[in-house]
């Protein structure tokens, strides 16, 4: 659950830097990644095969939150 902490908070936009990032596994990081463009996210990163074995992407929140997602790829 995410949720307000309260009136003395300041988030990343806030703050002018990155404080954390999220890696969430999706099934379909392409599709997800075109949903989200549709709807306005700013991209950070385009979808890329990573050396790992993953697809990976990355979004910015509208409060400055990065969240990367990605797909295996591979059997790496």
Same mark, same amino acid.
């Given at each position: 659950m995410m949720g307000y902490p309260g009136p003395e908070y300041r988030n990343?936009?806030?703050? @002018?830097?990155?404080?954390?990032?999220?890696? *969430?596994?999706?099934?379909?990081? !392409?599709?997800?990644?075109? @949903?989200?463009?549709?709807?306005?996210?700013? *991209?950070?990163?385009?979808?890329? !095969?990573?050396?790992?074995?993953d697809r990976r992407r990355a979004v910015e929140d509208c409060e400055g939150h990065h969240w990367f997602f990605a797909q295996s790829v591979s059997n790496k």
């Open positions: 990343p936009k806030d703050l @002018g830097h990155v404080t954390q990032s999220l890696y *969430v596994r999706v099934d379909d990081v !392409d599709a997800l990644f075109a @949903g989200a463009t549709n709807a306005g996210a700013n *991209v950070i990163e385009q979808p890329a !095969d990573q050396e790992y074995g």
